[in-house]
């Protein structure tokens, strides 16, 4: 795992991945001159059906690390490749392979969900019939179809994170990226996102999933990527990352990490 | 991406934009506070201003209707006798009003309306020194402002032909009146006007007494005419623009704020940035959006505008006689001052990461956009090619001067284009600044965002650049294009600045823009060497076009129209003959020649050509160019419209096949080098038997001369290699091209 003197968390057990991110780094430049560095030569690599957790505190650069991935922010240097098409060269394409559920809840106040969705699916270019269809199947499978007609200003926080959970689905995306996607949520909504990442699995995508809630992360993923301060870590399964670390839980883990770091940063876990 | 399929991505951009619209407008419209300044605030305020303006106008006439005048006299005896001749005075004067035929009845349009006409009612308020007990004279109850007219009355002797008189004795009347005082001012008018009935009526009656008969050495009729000046005649209807202007902005406002800044607040940006779809067209969508709802306030405060109008009988006061054509151009004019304001403050609250914010930006913005109102209340301030170019001024006075009727087609032209350019500005810059990284996660300041370069050089402008462009070139354009011919110098220098103003706004601006958004100069401006087979081509076209041309010029034309021109022709030609040709060969042909194939094609076209398939840049950057040659100084040719585009064609061909700027910059100066040479040695052709003078055909032999030339020249076009391999696939949409010029031309 040590290359040119870096570690290098690139998955090389079996076929190709689905998700190639190479030495992603992204500095900031400051008004006063200084230049803040986000992310710092990150790489990993994601397989179909697989559900890789990015954690780390607040700040470490997950969401940095998830834009860029996106093509939302030009990468300093690095890159990162869905089935072989760079972000740096085809931002576009990138963005139709990719299904995001970011932090926010966001929903338009005054559509229903039945008319976010056929204007998302139009941001994509999704036919009328399909667009039809996909919102069939996915208010079965997230279950709102009850209120598919209401107006999404009077929904509930939890029944908001459903109808942006399908939102990300509409155009069928193979690689999806979760911001965060419990924040808020109560146990219940919690449960939900678990489902969908299950339906993911399921349907073969290649899931990554940002949170600093580290509890949850174990029951997530499958993999795990431990960000602090713009750096990856450790990568790994659960039991890699156990027989490195030589802790049993990630929280273990982490607060290892930081204790090392000395960094003080608190976790809201 | 080959030309068909960036057609298909044209047509479906297009449907997609209007897709995006439909939702952001169902958004907007079923938002409660839309629906507010939409609707409700119109049905509320125009009626309730026009009861305002209703009561304000019965107030004002009823004060006039009885006017009390305060008059000091010494004392108690005079306050009698000003009293009695008061009454007596104002029984003669009704009087003879009645017998009087044919008096000029006061016709203001507000008392028209009102019914109120006539002179308004006096009241004197008399009183002697007696009965106030301050001591003053009445010099000083009048300056000290107790009275506003004093009267000292003395006897004179009677000389009544020189026998004694019977009767009352005649007096003098000594008026005294305070300086700047309307109402003393009146009350003297009035008093005098008594004063004089008396003294007419006596007069009257003395000759009566001695049988003679009236006769004046000069009698007055007077006739009141309505002025030509409307703007006098109806000032209220100033006021409609600067209305219009407002609930237009109104209307726009919450729409363009709630579709930019409100994106960020609620958490859908993420949603919007992370689709495969342009900045552009997203913004294209709230454009429209945000047009929509602007014009459905406009049109919906009209109408409550105009109900309340006929509602309280006003019309007429207000509107005065509005024509079908006049409505059309203000309805024109409102759509794209709409566009233009809905341009601009989407490229304003896209800045802004949230409502407040948005609202700060906007506050300074609708203080700006008020002070253009003050201009249209100015009636004397002529719209000139300045102003015409100044956004905002140039709508309301062009607003104001339609409603007055008297406006120039120039004027309009300049003003609908100019907005136009401004609004595709404000869109570039929105649609750089909205959803830009620095706005969605604050990486850098925001306004500062708008003016920062690009850190990476482009090959070509993007059209952003290439339009902001048009808009900075077309204002200097109305604005630098006059300066040359109002210098005090002779014609050739004249010319030679009309010259040095092509460089400056063709070539200099350009560059500058270029620059500044990092364009390399070689690629953006298409400079570099094409094939040789392009230069031939280049010289036969530039050789044999002129006779089509000219030909084309002169079947578009009216005889009406030609009369006109010859003589603007006349005027023009007869100092230009002493204009030497190197000149007129400079500042005519090379300069203006180089300079706009620098720009149209090298620049713009080029521009257009990385986003649009090859006919579509060919033809837009043509009309454009066509467009530019339709304005001259201070007329409007329509005539060039024609000719100059289908020229444009020609050359934009020319630079889509070379895929260099140089070709059709020798075609061009060559093109205009031969008009100039044929009408400098008109007289010696004429001599040799080549017949070219004003609206007569050319010979058969020069045309079909110029068609061989030509047919060589596009065989030589359509046939040879084409430099950029990326437009091998293009070839048969620019063949039916030039097949249609041919056409257009043979």
């Known amino acids: 795992m040590l290359q040119d003197g870096r570690l290098d968390f ?260 | 991406m080959s030309d068909e399929s960036k057609s298909v991505n044209s047509r479906d951009s297009g449907s997609r934009t209007w897709r995006l619209a439909t939702k952001e407008l169902r958004e907007i419209l079923r938002d409660r506070r839309t629906v507010m300044t939409l609707v409700l605030m119109p049905l509320l305020v125009y009626p309730l201003l026009g009861v305002i303006l209703r009561k304000g106008l019965l107030n004002n006439l009823s004060h006039l209707q009885t006017i009390e005048v305060h008059v000091c006299l010494e004392t108690e005896e005079d306050s009698r006798r000003f009293a009695e001749a008061m009454i007596r005075g104002g029984q003669i004067a009704v009087m003879q009003q009645g017998t009087r035929s044919g008096e000029p009845a006061d016709s203001s349009a507000v008392a028209d309306v009102l019914g109120a006409r006539g002179q308004p009612e006096f009241e004197f308020r008399v009183f002697s020194l007696d009965e106030s007990e301050s001591g003053f004279s009445v010099e000083q109850q009048v300056s000290e402002r107790f009275a506003d007219i004093g009267v000292k009355l003395t006897s004179v002797e009677n000389v009544d032909g020189g026998r004694p008189r019977r009767g009352p004795p005649f007096l003098k009347w000594q008026i005294l009146r305070r300086e700047g005082s309307a109402l003393s001012d009146r009350g003297y008018k009035e008093i005098t006007r008594r004063l004089d009935a008396i003294n007419d009526r006596y007069v009257d009656r003395l000759l009566e007494i001695n049988q003679l008969s009236r006769v004046r050495p000069a009698t007055v009729a007077t006739q009141v005419l309505s002025s030509s000046d409307q703007g006098n005649s109806s000032s209220l209807i100033t006021f409609i623009p600067l209305v219009l202007v407002l609930m237009t902005m109104t209307g726009a406002v919450y729409p363009a704020i709630d579709l930019t800044a409100g994106e960020r607040e609620r958490g859908t940006m993420e949603i919007l940035v ?36 006929f509602a309280l009988g006003l019309e007429g006061t207000v509107l005065g006689n509005l024509g079908p054509t006049m409505v059309v151009q203000v309805i024109v004019l409102m759509v794209v001052f709409a566009a233009f304001f809905s341009a601009v403050l989407l490229s304003i609250t896209s800045v802004a990461r949230s409502f407040k914010e948005a609202q700060a930006y906007l506050v300074p913005l609708m203080l700006i956009s008020l002070t253009p109102g003050v201009f249209s209340l100015m009636p004397n301030l002529q719209i000139n090619g300045i102003l015409a170019v100044t956004p905002l001024v140039n709508t309301v006075l062009m607003a104001r001067d339609l409603l007055q009727g008297n406006v120039s087609l120039l004027m309009f032209a300049i003003v609908l284009i100019s907005t136009v350019l401004y609004g595709v500005l404000a869109l570039a810059v929105a649609a750089r600044i909205f959803g830009s990284d620095a706005v969605l996660y604050g990486s850098g300041g925001t306004l500062t965002e708008l003016l920062r370069r690009p850190q990476e050089s482009t090959d070509v402008a993007s059209t952003q650049v290439s339009m902001s462009c048009l808009a900075v070139v077309f204002s200097l354009f109305i604005v630098a294009g006059s300066i040359p011919s109002r210098l005090n110098v002779s014609l050739s220098i004249q010319l030679l600045a009309a010259g040095l103003v092509s460089l400056f706004l063709f070539v200099l601006i350009p560059v500058c823009l270029a620059g500044f958004a990092r364009v390399q100069l070689l690629h953006g401006f298409s400079l570099r060497l094409p094939k040789w087979w392009f230069w031939p081509a280049a010289v036969l076209l530039g050789g044999s076009l002129w006779p089509y041309i000219y030909e084309i010029e002169i079947s578009i034309l009216t005889d009406d129209r030609i009369e006109e021109l010859k003589q603007i022709y006349e005027r023009f030609e007869g100092n230009l003959k002493a204009v030497p040709l190197w000149i007129k060969l400079v500042s005519l042909a090379v300069a203006p020649a180089a300079c706009e194939e620098f720009f149209f094609r090298g620049f713009l076209q080029n521009s257009i050509r990385a986003r649009a398939s090859a006919s579509m840049s060919i033809i837009s950057s043509a009309v454009l160019f066509g467009l530019f040659h339709v304005i001259v100084k201070d007329a409007l040719l329509f005539e060039r419209l024609i000719p100059s585009t289908l020229m444009g064609i020609v050359l934009g061909i020319v630079l889509e096949r070379s895929g260099s700027v140089l070709p059709g910059m020798l075609l061009h100066v060559m093109h205009n080098g031969l008009l100039i040479i044929v009408s400098e040695f008109e007289s010696e052709l004429t001599q040799l038997g080549i017949g070219i003078s004003e609206r007569q055909h050319l010979p058969a032999s020069v045309l079909v001369g110029a068609a061989v030339s030509i047919a060589v020249a596009v065989t030589l076009l359509a046939t040879t290699g084409l430099k950029r391999p990326d437009q091998r696939c293009n070839e048969d949409g620019d063949d039916s091209h030039d097949d249609a010029e041919g056409q257009a031309e043979s």
């Open chain 2, 274 to 309: 992370a689709a495969p779809v342009s900045r552009m067209t997203l913004l294209a969508g709230k454009f429209v959006a945000v047009l929509t709802v602007a014009l459905l306030t406009a049109t919906m405060n009209l109408i409550s505008m105009f109900a309340t109008l």
């Open chain 1, 10 to 269: 690139s998955d090389q057990r079996g076929s190709s991945p689905l998700i190639t991110v190479s030495r992603l780094t992204k500095r900031f430049p400051l008004s006063d001159g200084s230049v803040v560095t986000a992310v710092e030569d990150v790489s990993f690599s994601v397989n179909r059906g697989e559900v890789f957790g990015l954690l780390g505190p607040n700040g470490a650069g997950k969401t940095t690390t998830l834009r860029m991935m996106l093509g939302l922010l030009q990468p300093s240097a690095g890159d990162s490749s869905i089935d072989g098409v760079s972000v740096m060269d085809n931002p576009d394409q990138i963005k139709r392979l990719i299904g995001f559920v970011s932090t926010s809840v966001g929903v338009y106040q005054w559509l229903t969900p039945r008319e976010m969705l056929s204007f998302v699916a139009d941001l994509y270019d999704v036919s009328p019939a399909a667009q039809a269809e996909r919102i069939e199947r996915l208010a079965d499978v997230l279950d709102f179809r009850e209120y598919i007609d209401r107006r999404c200003g009077v929904l509930s926080t939890g029944q908001k994170q459903r109808v942006n959970l399908a939102r990300a689905l509409m155009h069928d995306p193979p690689v999806m990226l979760l911001d965060e996607p419990t924040r808020g949520l109560d146990v219940v909504g919690s449960q939900v996102v678990f489902e969908y990442l299950q339906l993911l699995r399921s349907q073969k995508k290649a899931v990554i999933i940002c949170t600093h809630r580290l509890d949850e992360a174990e029951r997530f993923a499958d993999r795990f990527g431990l960000l602090h301060q713009g750096r990856l870590q450790h990568c790994g399964t659960l039991a890699e990352l156990q027989s490195t670390t030589h802790e049993h839980s990630l929280t273990e883990m982490f607060v290892n990490l930081l204790k090392t770091s000395k960094a003080a940063i608190c976790f809201d876990a």
